[in-house]
């Protein structure tokens, strides 16, 4: 048995239904997402060396699968974010640069490619071919977007991601801000306490490269105690400025990343493990190691030979890592590492380790309210000021930090759903999973190496 069949089997050992995931195709996509029904599908799963041998003149999963490779570089093309990460064939890449199909034209063939891998699914379904539909209905979604077309947040974010953020109880929200006010008290609002406080833990400039290096090896170390990763890895790191987000990661292939961490505003030293962690170990940098490794060049499913950031896939990749910083630090791990290690390499008072991990604690329970104030903000029910306003409140953020929020839901819409929303999802998959064995390690390797969308991690009670 293949690790892809086994990975596969233990998740069907949790699900109690079965059933498949496929919808009937729509060019229009003007389905009532919101209104859909989850359900987790049980497919059979495809032998890695069943994908080679075509019947001439019959369509198969494989086929269709270059055929989106090919689709998402078309898009790539009139939309530069959505393909995140391309290892595949470079003439494959060139050809689509150098035809630049217009975007009716991709329309016709995206609507095309959903209506054949449907009709697939609906032969056999498996799950390459489940995950496959999903890819091309969300390319479809994205390409309308690209040429204009305008979704509601919950229908766009179900189009894209599998996936629809709840509706929140604002309340809640302020129940949390009363347990921050309680930890940093004073006169002045709440957000700029909070800031005040947390920008007396920065690092110094001098020693960013310090501590990221040190924040990077223990996250790595932790990580390959558990998983053996080829030898050849490795990232770059680089310091970069005027973006609309705190890190990135950019996946070169060859089981190599580039990741970059932005400085416009002070970076305190908690973001070091939090970034260390989700650009790299066990986050993106090993989940893109895992599915090159084990879904493209084990199992030979050249559809993971690209990204498409728009996409289910993002559910898992944002989700996953950051749950991975709980994973790899786990109780007080964290906060005991940071106090020892990091603190004194960046100069700053260990003494303030405390309240800074009480106030963290606190402010996860905030972290919902980004949906929330995108979705008002995109379904125009709330204007930019507004939108920043919120952010500074229930963000507890700087002006400053709350434009920057902003601007990152203004560039990539709905996908801060996969931040937050994702987390809860892997959190939830991991512990049912690892409920017998303890083993949530192996369970988030078999998250990271399955292709499971939200509706099938949402499945799992």
Known sequence: MTKLNAAFAAFL??????????????SSLKEDAENSVVV????????????????????SIARAAEDFVKLALAVGVHDGAFVDAYHGPEEWREEAEEAAVELDALETEANALLIRVSRLN????????????KLARAALARLNIVRGETYPFNQETKLLYDAIAPDYDVGEFYAALSTLDTLVPGDAPLHERIEEFRNSLAIPEDKLLEVFNAAI??????????????????????????????GYNWYQGGFESLIQVNTDFPIIIDRAIDLGCHEGYPGHHTWNIMLERDLLNEAGWIEYSVYPLFSPLSITAEGSANYGIELAFPGDEKIAFERDILFPIAGLDPAKAETLDKLNTAKRKLSHARNHVARLYLDEQIDRDEAIRMMMEFGVQSEERAEQSVRF????????INY????????????????????RWGAFETLLTTPLAA??????K
Request: glycine share 8%.
């Open 40 to 59: 987790a599908a049980t497919p059979e799963v495809e032998s890695a060396d069943a994908n080679g041998d075509d019947t001439p003149g019959e369509d």
């Open 13 to 26: 050992l949790l699900l109690a239904c079965g059933g498949s995931d496929s919808e009937a195709p729509d």
């Open 122 to 133: 609906a032969d056999e379904t498996t799950i390459r071919g489940v995950m496959l539909e």
């Open 420 to 439: 937050n929303l994702g987390r809860d999802l892997v959190e939830n998959y991991i512990e049912r999973l690892a409920a017998d064995s303890g083993d």
């Open 217 to 246: 090896a223990e996250c790595r170390r932790r990580t390959l105690e558990h998983y053996e990763l080829p030898d050849n890895e490795s990232f770059s790191l680089e310091f970069v400025t005027d973006k609309p987000w705190s």
């Open 455 to 460: 509706s099938d991690l949402a499945a799992i």
């Open 409 to 416: 839901t203004e560039t990539y819409r709905g996908y801060v």
